[in-house]
């Protein structure tokens, strides 16, 4: 049931792929309620659902049948411009691919963010030196993201998704090319954006880290919620 405490709910989610001849169920009847400004962390093994799951309720991904509400506003009945204007304005991703634009800099990639939302031209690249700065990469905006190792495109990729401040983050392993000392300062500041912001983060993850930082753990297998870890 959703509550003012609530800014995910799912119902009797499915998604079903077919292959071929073939009908492959990637979420077999999952119901979930998703808390404001908390960190959850989605576990399983490989082709649990975890990511399947993650697309449904971001809009990337129309599921099979059931319902995802958002806010109170389902997004399966969403209009594609309505489902852009949201992933623009109140959503935010981070990648394992990082998805940036190669020839851009580390600021333009996140500027562009910032200007797709409509931030006022003064306050675009304030915010886009802040949060380089929080991720550890202040003195690299410069760059292009070509020229930038895996985990500094991560780092940047998470710039990227909080710089709009978004209601929701959905992190596709955010830590898995980081060392454990910038892992640990990344997802403190999950922790802090989560607690003074309100941002809520859903993280699909095997980091061992992440348990150390997250409010509660979904565990996926064959599609299903099987478990739920309370920290």
Sequence with gaps: MMTDETIIEIK??????????????????????IPKGKLIALRGRSGSGKTT????????????????VF?????????????????RRRLGFIFQSHALLPTYSAAENIDLMLR?????VNQRKPRTQEVLAQVGMGSWHDHRAFELSGGQQQRVSIARAIACKPDVIFADEPTGELDVATSER???LFRALAQ?????????????????????????????IAEKAIA
């Design 116 to 120: 797709l939302a409509d931030w006022p």
């Design 71 to 87: 806010d109170g506003n389902s997004v399966t009945e969403m209009s594609e411009r309505s489902l852009v204007e949201l992933r």
């Design 12 to 33: 009797g989610l499915t998604r079903t792929y077919r292959v071929g001849n073939r009908e492959i169920p990637a979420l077999q009847g999952v119901d979930l309620s």
């Design 53 to 68: 799951l993650l697309n449904c309720m971001s809009g990337l991904d129309l599921p099979t049948s059931g319902d995802v």
């Design 186 to 188: 990344v997802l403190q």
């Design 196 to 224: 003074q912001e309100g941002m809520t983060f859903l993280i699909v993850t095997h980091d061992p880290l992440v348990d150390d930082f997250v409010d509660v753990t979904y565990h996926l297998v064959d599609g299903r």
